[in-house]
């Protein structure tokens, strides 16, 4: 089956995935989504293949890498290489997330690569990046979510450093090297040359740092743990009701005088404690305990209503069933259907970017490694005799 575009925006591009695990293919899905011909290289089966993501059947692999194609080549012998050579030359794109000094050993680096096609965009990802004294260490997100800080500021004030519940690191830099993928390639269309560009895990937990870096390189202050609560704007976080917990987001001094009012404390608005932003974040404890004790007499869906209908910002906190039972994740569309030959009906999280004229779909199921390998060898010009050949040798 030839390549069925997601999209037609990118169905112009070619791309490379020679990934593995989160980042790099999180990279190439956002490619892919958007209709790039995404052509994932893994090692044939019998030589060990990528088990990652709990294997190809699992879900995660399966929502991991839909809408790509696959094909088998070992790189550890010269006549893959050679192969991956060829398939590279008529490629606009090709992402790697090998350790710095895998793809020199291999041959298979920007410089060699761009030697026969000198518009290539070339992209990178890392642990920690492509030289310093840690370049060539093992990156893995929870060792990206400690180093760049974020661990530091999620959990109970004086509790344990906490992880976030999602490879965050990983999925930002896979996110971040698709967007620089992007901008090479709109910067080609001026100066007809590719490039190489590179991030990491590390370079993108630090920039998703956000505010939190302005507080210690401009203000000079180190951010701590603030549990579910803004750590500057009080009162902003998770508050417990009647039946369960809701977020609540009050911001700006008319939210804040609204938010006495429904909750039968104008007297909040004029006390010493409470009356200035900066006071109440001083006094967060006090005011909390407060605030939780009047909530408490409510169930979530009383105050969700009250709140939202004043114009503050108020939410259920769901769990992943009701995530996907809420009348507005629904109403957007975002789960889409895709049949998979091998495993029937699946139901996944689209793009959650909604463009008109060219949107996103799911066309295509993740595909077993190496399954269009005969499909994409014939596409290169190769004969059934050369096909078999590479097969018999263990190429492919």
Not at 56 to 72: A, E, L, W
Not at 149 to 164: D, I
Not at 312 to 319: P, Q, S
Request: net charge negative; with cysteine.
């Amino acid at each position: 089956m030839p390549h069925t575009p997601a999209s037609s925006a990118l169905a112009r591009f070619k791309v490379i995935d020679l990934t593995r695990v989160r980042s790099g293919p999180t990279a190439c899905r956002q490619l892919a989504d958007w209709g790039a011909d995404v052509v994932q290289v893994v090692m044939p089966v019998e030589l060990g293949g990528d088990d990652a993501l709990g294997g190809v059947d699992g879900s995660d692999y399966q929502y991991t890498h839909r809408n790509k194609r696959s094909i088998t080549i070992n790189l550890k012998a010269g006549d893959g290489v050679a192969l991956l050579k060829r398939l590279v030359a008529q490629a606009d794109v090709v992402v790697e997330n090998f350790r710095p000094d895998v793809k020199h050993r291999l041959g298979i680096d920007y410089d060699t690569l761009v030697v026969d096609n000198p518009g290539l965009v070339y992209a990178s990802i890392s642990g920690f990046g492509q030289t310093g004294p840690m370049a060539k260490r093992p990156g893995f997100d929870q060792v990206a979510q400690g180093m760049g800080g974020l661990m530091s500021v999620t959990g109970e004030p004086g509790g344990a450093p906490m992880r976030a519940g999602i490879a965050i690191a990983d999925l930002a830099a896979g996110l971040f090297a698709a967007q620089g993928i992007l901008v090479a390639l709109l910067e080609r269309e001026q100066s007809g040359k590719g490039q190489w560009l590179h991030t990491s895990l590390l370079e993108a937990m630090v920039c998703l740092m956000d505010f939190q870096t302005s507080r210690w390189l401009i203000d000079g202050e180190v951010p701590g743990q603030a549990g579910n609560f803004h750590p500057t704007s009080i009162p902003m976080g998770a508050y417990q009701a009647r039946d369960g917990f809701l977020n609540i987001a009050v911001f700006g001094p008319k939210n804040w005088e609204s938010f006495c009012e429904i909750l039968g404390s104008p007297q909040w608005k004029t006390d010493a404690r409470y009356k200035e932003r900066k006071l109440r974040s001083v006094n967060r404890d006090a005011l909390n305990f407060e605030i939780n004790q009047i909530l408490s007499t409510q169930d979530c869906a009383y105050w969700v209503e009250r709140f939202n209908q004043a114009s503050i910002a108020c939410g259920l906190i769901n769990d992943l069933k009701d995530v996907f039972e809420e009348p507005q994740v629904q109403h957007l569309g975002l789960v889409q259907e895709v049949v998979s030959q091998h495993l029937g009906v699946q139901r996944l999280v689209g793009q959650p970017v909604q463009l008109a004229r060219t949107p996103s779909r799911i066309t295509r199921a993740a595909p077993r490694q190496g399954e269009h390998t005969l499909e994409i060898l014939a596409e290169l010009g190769l004969t059934a005799d050369e096909q078999a050949h590479l097969k018999s040798t263990g190429v492919c």
